[in-house]
């Protein structure tokens, strides 16, 4: 039977923390993804601090208030330090977090070490404090990964000393809880335990395995950061398990050093061709295979940090689209039908990939144009014209840091606005120097535009729309071959 339980015995929710005068944890969770939401809707940054107070010393310092008086003395330093905008919360017994809104990292340091100095002058050169911070977007852009890492910056701070601010790094993960994981592979165990000597002295979290199944059913369910295989093993051989390594989407970045007894060039061509990173031969030199590992784990790391720009640059992507009622789901559906064009052209995975990229991104140049330009109901004047004329090479600039990653991408973001005949923008290409990813996202997206509603006219049906862009090829402005399958894809 189920027991009702009255409603006056059942203690109240209250969004502040009696103790402090701060927000209570929960309620600073909901602030924080609200904040996360403004920088995905505006592009506005915040950062987070997590501070570690040793109350043991605060109380004797003052050990002539009570406890309670001690704590509350310290949120009322942490209240007055922030300003009215910022907030934060007690997130248990000794640990507060504090969040600095549309600030960078740089901003949250100032008034840290504000902070800390009047903590320092209330309480006499202690309580000792350590103080963890990240930044959104450049650490993270959920509030889960943003809290952790700031909780990991927290860890190193305890581990340089007392008083210390430490940003998070991702390059610097040997302080972190979450160690680099190294997986050896190897089907003698004397092997495993030789490397295993080798690298646990440098702070790495060591997985073994002692066959390719093994290996890869490991790798499902943990983050590795670096692979020691041997090639020699019964079953499945080592040249297989690199291979289905880098297959995978999951681990395809994964760093795999082949550990062999095999030093011959036809072995390290294979090895090669499965996609191996380096290779070691038996026995292994101790500081060639610090070396070596550690050189790759960094550069795993800098790829993953390269993968979390674009997840932001998406994130300003979709920022322009909220700048614009007309323009929702419009780049989705540019990049959607680019990449079923290029498809039925049968363009080489690397240039599908261009499409996919170039169309989600191809209007974030747009970041930078007022809504007032953006959603105007009537004719552009030549000022207004110039300036929506400038997105595609605004766009490029903004994904240049990233030209390796998007490659033939960034071809989509600058050039998606020329015509075959020349009378395109921004650089006025013609004819053979529009690369073809570029003249399939420039017709896909004239079609998109023209079938959505617009502030300066209606939308218009699929048919009128194919018609348009068949008299833009007609025009030479448009390639003919996209638009046929264009016309194909559509049914128009």
């Known amino acids: 039977m189920d027991l009702a339980i009255p409603l006056h015995i059942v203690p109240p929710f209250s969004p502040i923390d009696d103790s402090t005068g701060l927000y209570a944890h929960e309620v600073f969770n909901v602030l924080l993804d609200h904040e996360i939401r403004y920088f995905e809707r505006d592009g506005k940054r915040c950062s987070i601090a997590f501070i570690d107070i040793d109350f043991s010393e605060a109380f004797r310092v003052l050990r002539q208030q009570s ?106 993960r040997m302080w972190l809880n979450n160690r680099p994981k190294v997986l050896i592979v190897d089907d003698i165990e004397m092997n495993i335990k030789i490397l295993e000597a080798m690298l646990r002295p440098n702070n790495y979290e060591i997985y073994r395995a002692v066959n390719g199944k093994e290996a890869l059913g490991i790798m499902e369910f943990n983050e590795i950061d670096m692979v020691l295989l041997d090639i020699m093993m019964p079953g499945m051989n080592g040249y297989e398990v690199c291979r289905r390594i880098k297959n995978r989407q999951s681990t395809a970045i994964t760093p795999v050093i082949m550990v062999t007894a095999l030093d011959d060039s036809e072995s390290k061509i294979k090895g090669i061709e499965v996609g191996a990173d380096d290779f070691i031969t038996k026995p292994p030199n101790r500081n060639e295979l610090i070396t070596r590992t550690r050189s790759l784990i960094k550069l795993k790391t800098l ?80 000022r207004e014209w110039q300036e929506i004329k400038s997105h595609p090479e605004t766009g490029f600039r903004i994904c240049y840091p990233l030209r390796k990653r998007l490659r033939h991408a960034m071809d989509v973001i600058r050039h998606h606005h020329e015509k075959l005949d020349g009378s395109g923008y921004p650089d006025g290409l013609a004819g053979d120097e529009i690369s073809t990813v570029a003249r399939i996202t420039a017709a896909a997206d004239i079609y998109d535009a023209l079938i959505t509603d617009r502030p300066y006219r209606p939308r218009m049906d699929a048919e009128t729309a194919v018609a348009i862009l068949k008299k833009e090829v007609l025009d030479a402005k448009l390639d003919k071959n996209v638009v046929e399958e264009l016309q194909y894809i559509t049914g128009y």
């Open 303 to 382: 790829y993953k940090d390269f993968t979390n720009i674009e997840s932001v640059l998406f994130s300003l992507a979709r920022a322009v689209e909220a700048k614009n009622p007309y323009t929702n789901g419009h780049t989705s559906r540019v990049a959607s039908l680019s990449v079923a064009i290029g498809t039925r052209m049968n363009l080489e995975p690397e240039k599908i990939e261009a499409l996919r990229f170039g169309g989600v991104l191809h209007d974030i140049g747009k970041i930078g144009i007022s809504n007032q330009i953006l959603n105007k109901s009537g004719s552009l004047d030549d």
């Open 67 to 172: 406890e309670a008086a001690v704590i509350r003395k310290i949120g009322d330093i942490l209240r007055s330090g922030i300003r009215q905008v910022d907030f934060g919360a007690r997130y248990s017994y000794n640990k507060f977090v504090l969040a600095f809104v549309n600030s960078d990292g740089e901003d949250a340091h100032v008034a840290l070490r504000r902070i800390l100095g009047r903590i320092d002058e209330v309480f006499e050169g202690n309580p000792p404090i350590n103080i963890g911070t990240a930044t959104c977007p450049e650490n993270g852009t959920t509030r889960a990964i943003l809290v952790q890492r700031a909780i990991d910056a927290l860890h190193s701070s305890r581990g340089e000393g007392q008083n210390r601010i430490i940003a998070f790094d991702p390059m610097n």
